[in-house]
């Protein structure tokens, strides 16, 4: 069984209304009818890999990230072989990425950060992946869920506009949004929630057009924010 993570503190919060909890609890429920074995759709086979298709997968899709990263694992298997990669080798092999000169950059920085402070493993410790180059809070809550069972909702893009509208959050920032949801939904239900969240917003939840019509939580659902739909 994996080590527990170190967790990011929470902020005390005032308790969520009533009316909200159970929208909540109607919202994972469907969730969980509808994708019962949610799980993330980015392909790795070690903490080290999943930490590069993560960092990769900033504003790209997960598609594009599974695509490069076979070829990139077979030449730099871990963070021994990444850190001492060249930056321009690294470019070439993720160069159908969004924004790969950047990532290039911050993989090979990342592998010898991992190499000097980490004796080349991902630490299971929020603090010290956040402080990784080309790493963020969300980066640190996809790695240390996915790797290592810690509990955390890792807030990008889908997650973020589902939560507005479904009235769960009000909020523009990822951080406040994900205190909205922790205060939410019970913890042991964040992993899922978040793989979840993803796969009805790719899905369904469209950003320009979502689907409501054939949405499972068009009952409970205020649609904040929402001006046409499927
Ligand atoms: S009802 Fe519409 S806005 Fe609400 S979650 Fe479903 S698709 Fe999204």
Redesign the pocket.
Known sequence: MSPAAKTPAKASRPRPPTALKRRAEGVLSGLQAAYPDARTELEYQSPFELLIATVLSAQATDKSVNAATPALFAAYPDAQAMSAASVEAVEALIKSIGLYRNKAKNLVALSGLLLERHGGEVPNDFAAVVALPGAGRKTANVVLSNAYGMAAIAVDTHVGR?AR??GLSEQMNPDKVELDLQALFPQDSWIFLHHALIL?GRR??LARR???SS?T??SL?P?LG?ES?G
């Open positions: 589902l509208r479904l009805h369904v939840c979502p689907l409501c949405c939580l068009l659902c649609r929402v739909s």
